[in-house]
């Protein structure tokens, strides 16, 4: 990349907020030396634009330009226009953590019934012992550019969940990412360990308290599946209009796993959700699937980078966008399969619905494969509603706009079919009918 | 199939590694000195007597270029190239003037024999020709434009396309005699300042064909360029031109080959196609560059741009190609479909064995109303070699109804090899519909054991499965080059498998 790119006005903002936040980020003396060098690392790259290929068609410099100063720790009010987004979004049985304005809030979550089936710490605290000589390798991932070097540099927060060998889950876990301040950014980071045969069901939720605008997200999960475990991860991201959700996600899968994940937006200004999985152990089988719901000029990316580093694992991936609007939806969705990876069976279709002459869709479904006997295949549309179906429809005393929702809910449900338990199910069918009621 | 059973007969013959058209022309040649410099492009410029506005063009080119850093998005990987390394002008030294057919060094002649290049029309016109057989009766005339190194040697018909008002011709000669069209049409299609190669070649390419085809005039024959290079150290860079007027329909086809040489050489060509209302080009392009030996070593690289204009409402461009040459490959031939109901198609092989390195595809620009296009792509990866497809469609804004159907697959032959596909798909519009499958697999084991069962052995039931795999991008050559290209195919894979 040319340099000389990099250097733009809002690169010194940045410097500006490292320098100002530097002094309350959590970490001992070690892990301040990461956090300056992954700053640099940043610094060096800048926000990520056009010409950088994985981000072709989100130009971070021209659609957020500048990265916002770190949110205030939240005070007594803004915790209280937590609660109240705790409550509305909250789902039923499951068990909260959640974090407002990039720190844990632990009086809104229910650390007390979690407790008594998995450990957990705040990123804070594990940052910030210095006994812990490991503590740096939270700040650590197996492929970084600059948003995840940022994130590194300046993350405030998160949770570190470890889960026990041979652990079911009684009720789902329910990450709640809340911001209440306008115009602010929050970082946050969580890892979360699943041990071997462990059965649990993990929920994460971007939403804004009342009024909230205006701020940026930029949040980092990084997630480890044992050997034998079943696990599903959903993630609903519902941030305010006018908001910018950056978010990167690391999942090592281990053998005979069964992972299932799902990733739902509806809200953000911009947004990209950058997944990378890969599949480290055989016998694996992966869903990855995916719905954008995108309306006015709302800007929504989702980039899944699925690893077959070992042989006998499937994979498979449906990803559905409806986009309304001048809106804009990318999907960047790669298979490979490394050299020794024999017996690969990778899928993915990816298709969207434009519902305005003025939306834009843009797809690049990769295969990189690198041995020969597997079968990987990958499928792409793009189009507007099937005339002769909508006619089908009024024909029989639909108004236009329910005929349209109908066949875009059987759209988006090719994709949220996939979510194995039927509460989370209903409650993500619920989220795409209230979209499209916002709609007409 | 007796098809089948004459390829398998002659892989059979043929040795691996062996490369049939790797043997070099003894004859002498005049070459600027090495390197590029603006004198070097004033110096090809004044060879070929061009006007002034044309080394305008040239140097235009050349100094952009000195500005532009060679792409690397590419999957490809090959030591850097010393631009000053290469001669960038090799031209068989003239006798005297050649004025016909049999004044051109025979050398030349029995290197394009060997070739299988049908140069003698003058015997074929005469009747002298032996009979082909009745089993053969769409044998078609074929006009033939050879490029040797960097210059055009001979072009045959030239009489017979005059008569339809059909312009063939090396490009250096329309040049001088069609400024108007020349000045009108070159750089519309793919800018000087398009791309790193394409820049290059601006500035220094020698030769190449001229087509222009009036309107409403069908071209009564098929027409051929077959471009060798001979000299060490060389790079080619020729330069296509063809229009097609308004209603007008012309059929191309493309050949390459080169000698084996231990050192890479350097292969920038740039063609440009302008449709206007109405017309028809067909592009088809069998590519059988020296690919290096079977450890990797020597072999053409192949940096081309080919770019469509369909210019006129109703017109169609449809590329078709089998690129079974070359170490390493880069090449995208484009339609940019401006006019409304316009049509592209692209339809390509692509092989790769030993250590070669292919990174192709296709662009499909949709501009115009209820442009429409296709994309059927087959790769075959064997050996070491990589093979990635790259393609975008889009649809503009205003490109309202447009329409892409896209096919990629590819068949990995071996465990050393790898298949990649990276396509590009950009919907700007809800009218627009595109759909877009690909698929990556082995041959099936089940297959193989079936033709195995039935007495097949293990290469020839790999080349009819090879064979049917291809099928749908075969039909769309021309006869002479299917045949032609279903043999290169399987000598192509020869040595990878069992």
């Known amino acids: ?440 | 199939m007796p098809a089948v059973q004459e390829t398998v007969e002659r892989v059979k013959r043929i040795d691996v590694d062996q490369y049939r058209y790797g043997f070099e022309t003894l004859i002498e040649s005049e070459k600027a000195p090495k390197g590029l410099s603006e004198e070097i492009v004033k110096f090809i410029s004044q060879k070929k007597n061009e006007p002034a506005w044309m080394l305008q063009w040239r140097l235009e080119a050349y100094r952009r270029w000195l500005t532009m850093q060679e792409p690397t998005w590419a999957r490809v990987d090959y030591p850097k190239i010393d631009f000053q390394d290469l001669y960038y002008y090799a031209a068989p030294k003239p006798k005297k003037t050649v004025t016909s057919l049999d004044e051109i060094d025979p050398e030349i002649l029995k290197t394009y024999e060997k070739l299988g290049i049908p140069l003698r029309e003058v015997a074929m016109l005469e009747g002298v020709e032996p009979k082909v057989g009745e089993e053969d009766p769409a044998r078609r005339k074929i006009a033939v434009d050879a490029v040797f190194d960097s210059v055009s040697v001979a072009t045959t018909f030239k009489a017979e396309l005059k008569k339809a008002g059909v312009i063939f011709m090396p490009i250096s000669e329309a040049i001088r005699e069609h400024p108007e069209l020349v000045q009108k049409y070159l750089g519309s299609v793919v800018p000087t300042s398009d791309n790193f190669y394409a820049t290059l070649n601006s500035a220094v390419f020698s030769d190449g064909s001229f087509v222009y085809v009036p309107p409403g005039v069908r071209c009564p024959m098929e027409l051929s360029t077959y471009f060798r290079i001979n000299e060490r150290n060389t790079g080619q860079f020729e330069r296509t031109l063809i229009i097609a007027d308004k209603g007008s329909y012309v059929s191309y086809l493309e050949g390459c080959t080169a000698p084996q040489r231990d050192e890479n050489q350097l292969h920038a060509a740039v063609v440009e196609l302008v449709a206007l209302d109405d017309a028809e080009i067909k592009y088809s392009t069998v590519q059988n560059w020296y690919p290096g030996n079977s450890e990797g070593k020597g072999g053409i690289y192949n940096f081309v741009t080919k770019r469509g204009d369909c210019r006129g409402a109703n017109s169609k461009i449809s590329w078709t190609q089998v690129e079974t040459g070359s170490a390493i490959t880069w090449k995208y031939p484009s339609c940019i479909l401006r006019g409304d109901n316009s049509r592209g198609e692209f339809y390509s092989i692509a092989i790769s064995n030993g250590f070669q390195q292919v990174d192709s595809g296709t662009k499909m620009i949709h501009l115009g109303k209820n442009t429409s296009s296709r994309i059927i792509s087959k790769g075959i990866a064997a050996g070491k070699s990589q093979n990635t497809y790259r393609g975008l469609v889009t649809a503009h804004r205003k490109a309202l109804g447009a329409r892409n159907f896209t096919a990629c697959d590819s068949l990995l032959i071996g465990d050393k090899c790898g298949a990649h596909t990276v396509p590009y798909i950009e919907a700007k519009n809800s009218s627009a519909t595109f759909e877009h499958e690909a698929t990556t697999s082995k041959i099936s084991e089940d297959v193989l054991f079936y033709c195995i069962q039935r007495g097949l052995s293990q290469e020839e039931a790999v080349g009819l499965v090879v064979n049917g795999f291809v099928k749908d991008v075969l039909q769309q050559l021309p006869m002479e080059f299917a045949v032609e290209a279903q043999k290169l195919i399987s000598i192509s894979l020869e040595g990878s498998v069992g």
Request: with cysteine; aromatic share 4%; net charge negative.
């Open chain 1, 1 to 440: 990349m040319n340099v000389a790119v990099a250097k733009t006005g809002n690169g010194r903002a940045v410097s500006d907020l490292f320098a100002s936040a530097e002094g309350r980020l959590p970490g001992s003396p070690g892990v301040a030396a990461l956090r300056r060098e992954a700053f640099e690392t940043y610094e060096r790259l800048g926000l990520p634009h056009r010409r950088i290929e994985e981000w072709k068609y989100t130009d971070l410099r021209a659609l957020v330009g500048e990265v916002l100063p770190l949110a205030a720790a939240p005070d007594a009010a803004a915790l209280k226009r937590a609660a109240e987004a705790v409550t509305a979004h909250a789902i039923a049985g499951a068990r909260k953590l959640v974090l407002v304005d990039g720190v844990f809030a632990a009086d809104l979550s229910d650390v007390k019934a979690l407790a008594s089936e998995v450990s957990i710490k705040t990123l804070r605290e594990v940052l910030a012992d210095e006994a812990n000589p490991a503590a740096g390798d939270l700040l650590r991932t197996a492929a970084t550019d600059a948003v995840i070097s940022l994130n590194a540099a300046v993350a405030t927060d998160g949770v570190v969940v470890s889960v026990a060998d041979g652990t079911h889950l009684s009720a789902p876990i329910q990450l709640i990412h809340i911001a209440t301040a306008a115009g602010a950014s929050a970082f946050t980071r969580s890892h979360l360990r699943i041990g071997k045969g462990v059965r649990a069901t993990l929920v994460e939720t971007f939403v804004a308290a009342g009024k909230a605008s205006g701020y940026q997200v930029n949040d980092a999960v990084i997630l480890w599946i044992g050997d034998d475990a079943d696990v599903a991860h959903i993630r609903l991201m519902d941030d305010a209009p006018d908001a910018v959700n950056v978010s990167s996600h690391f999942v090592t899968v281990g053998a005979a796993v069964k992972f299932n994940f799902f990733n739902m937006t509806t809200g953000a200004a911009v947004s990209r959700l950058q997944g990378f999985i890969t599949l480290s152990g055989e016998g694996s089988e992966l869903s990855a699937n995916g719905v954008n719901l995108l309306q006015k000029t709302e800007h929504g990316d989702t980039t899944l980078v699925v690893d077959h580093a070992v042989p006998n694992c499937v994979s498979r991936e449906t990803f559905r966008a409806v986009i309304d609007d001048r809106a804009h939806s990318v999907f960047q969705g790669r298979i490979i399969v490394r050299p020794d990876a024999q017996k690969t069976d990778g899928k993915m279709m990816t298709r969207a619905l434009l519902l305005s002459d003025e939306a834009e869709a843009d797809n690049k479904p990769e295969l990189e494969i690198f041995a020969d006997d597997v079968s990987c295949g990958h499928g792409a549309t793009a189009g507007a509603l099937d005339d002769s179906l909508l006619f089908y429809l009024k024909a029989r005393g639909l108004p236009e706009k329910q005929a349209q929702a109908l066949l875009i809910q059987a759209f988006v449900g090719e994709a949220i079919e996939q979510i194995a338990d039927d509460d989370l199910r209903e409650h993500v069918i619920g989220i795409a009918e209230r979209w499209l009621e916002r709609r007409s």
